[in-house]
């Protein structure tokens, strides 16, 4: 059974066969319960994730196609989507694009590609996440207590308790030279015209930059900050979203990449 899953892409750090029981009382809560998507053609695969879900107190469900995944993503509303990029008829990216012009539900891919193109195409069409397989089951759930928690939180909360003090005014009002945050409602201006097409990733990146203008963060700092955690995030994760975030700004010399440091937001006069 073991070598059976390791061929499949998967480390050995498994759960034997007895401790991977199925809880039908997980169906009857399932409208109680946090729901995971796993959009994935290979049954074994979310057979393997599945029980880990269900361990969590997640209500899993399963799409074996990238439209049944697009079907079941409006019909369960889940919290959370595992995504594969591998899938018959509709493509793994294209899939990601849809949800995400749709809605913010975070999207980890794990996939068996491993190139760095494949990456970058998926974090910048919205993932929030990718995974690589072979991978470790503790890892996956690190990975979606973290990513969840920041969805849920969101980062108004987070942003007003950390916040330097000075830099607000009574609307909340985060201002740095040209550029504006408001973090009651998550708009941002710049020279007064509204940034519209930021993701939530961006918008939460941003605004931790903007906190200490002239600071400088290192890539786990942000990771840190932002999901609550750095060990199961790769910087490059968070280099990718800096990047689209940088493009998407009137001004992408706004950020500043200090290279072996990290990232800074510098300050222009109004």
């Known amino acids: 059974m073991v070598l059976r899953w390791i061929n499949l892409g998967v480390k050995a750090d498994i759960a034997k066969p007895s401790e991977r029981i199925f809880q039908p009382e997980i169906i009857e809560k399932s409208q109680q319960l946090k729901k995971i998507l796993i959009i994935e053609d290979q049954a074994d695969i979310t057979d393997f994730?599945?029980?880990?879900?269900?361990k969590e107190g997640y209500y899993v469900e399963r799409a074996n196609s990238g439209e049944q995944g697009l079907e079941m993503f409006e019909s369960l509303q889940p919290s959370m989507i595992l995504l594969d990029l591998v899938l018959p008829r509709l493509g793994g990216l294209e899939?990601?694009?849809r949800i995400r012009n749709a809605s913010e539900i975070p999207i980890i891919v794990i996939s068996a590609r491993h190139e760095e193109v494949d990456k970058i195409l998926a974090l910048e069409t919205g993932a929030d996440d990718y995974l690589t397989k072979p991978f470790?089951?503790?890892?996956?759930?690190?990975?979606?207590?973290l990513i969840i928690r920041r969805y849920e939180r969101g980062v108004t909360e987070k942003s007003l308790e950390h916040v330097s003090v000075d830099h607000f005014s009574e609307s909340k009002i985060l201002k740095i030279g040209k550029l504006s945050i408001n973090l009651q409602n998550r708009e941002v201006l710049y020279l007064r015209q509204q940034i519209t097409t930021l993701t939530k990733m961006e918008?939460?990146?941003?605004?931790?930059?903007a906190r200490y203008p002239g600071r400088i963060y290192s890539s786990n700092e942000l990771a840190e900050a932002i999901y609550g955690l750095d060990h199961a995030i790769e910087s490059r994760v968070i280099s990718v979203h800096i990047s689209n975030l940088r493009n998407k700004l009137p001004n992408p010399e706004l950020i500043v990449t200090c290279y072996g440091l990290g990232y800074k937001l510098i300050r222009e006069s109004d």
């Open 49 to 54: 994730i599945t029980p880990y879900c269900e």
């Open 95 to 97: 899939v990601c694009r």
């Open 136 to 145: 470790s089951p503790r890892e996956l759930m690190a990975r979606i207590r």
């Open 203 to 209: 918008f939460e990146l941003l605004v931790q930059l």
